[in-house]
């Protein structure tokens, strides 16, 4: 199911979600949680590898290997859509207290189909993983990591880039809402396949050094601890 496209869709397509500015992080939670799940992704890629010379092949290599499936006899918005709908429909949402006994986990893709219960971030790895494997670049796939401002609370999503357009795959629906149609998030943490960024509050655009330009001219930038570059205090505050 696909939600209608936002209204200016004639801007300038946005290397990030949400049309915002991110800057890469050092250190942090997000980046060492991202970074171990990142090593744990390798390791099941041997076994999915395995899988596909028809050697050992585990049920959830299986059901993994069927969702890439669906996916690549797709292209586009369907090749997520069914993507978006397969996971979806393959997990069934526990949080990381009942089924691990720990405040947060996040699980590889053949951990999560093997125990078929996850939370949101776990069904936004499991989309990222099967995208890239469906034919997907590196650069057309993130994670992203928002705050639900109503509940207050921080939420993961997978985004997908289609046609210059960014679409969140979120586990709470099956359909792909553009980003820019998200309403009540804040996007907080973007985590791809060259590591973790912050995303800068307030700042829309396509370019960093041009928009680092714009804040070192109304004199707001500022060095921040773990941040590759000058970022303003309060991107610092976004990765809590």
């Known amino acids: 199911m696909l939600a ?4 200016d869709a004639q801007q300038p ?4 979600p949400f049309g915002q500015v991110a800057v890469p992080i050092t250190s942090g939670d997000s980046l060492n949680r991202w970074r171990f799940v990142e090593n744990e992704i390798d390791a099941e890629a041997a076994i999915v590898d395995r899988c596909l010379t028809q050697q050992e092949c585990s049920a959830a290599a299986r059901k993994f ?5 669906q996916g690549r006899a797709r292209t586009g918005l369907a ?6 709908r397969a996971v979806n429909l393959a997990v069934a949402p526990e ?5 691990w006994g720990v405040p947060d986990r996040w699980s590889p893709p053949l ?7 996850g939370d949101c971030e776990d069904y936004a790895i499991a989309k990222y993983v099967a995208l890239l494997r469906a034919g997907m670049s590196e650069e057309d796939v993130k994670l992203v990591i928002v705050r639900r401002r109503v509940a207050d609370e921080e939420h993961a999503v997978a985004a997908a880039r289609v046609d210059d357009h960014w679409f969140i795959l979120d586990n709470r629906t099956q359909v792909l809402v553009p980003d820019l149609d998200i309403q009540g998030a804040t996007p907080l943490v973007v985590l791809d396949s060259g590591g973790a960024k912050i995303i800068v509050p307030g700042l829309a655009g396509t370019n960093w050094a041009a928009s680092r330009q714009q804040l070192v001219g109304h004199g ?14 309060a991107a610092k505050n976004s990765d809590s």
């Open 95 to 99: 949080s990381d207290i009942d089924q």
């Open 111 to 117: 951990e999560t189909l093997t125990t078929g219960h």
């Open 79 to 84: 090749r997520v859509g069914v993507i978006n």
């Open 13 to 16: 397509p946005s290397a990030e």
């Open 220 to 233: 707001k930038a500022q060095s921040a601890a773990g941040v590759v570059s000058d970022v303003p205090e």
């Open 4 to 7: 209608s496209l936002p209204a």
């Open 65 to 69: 290997l069927d969702i890439v499936a």
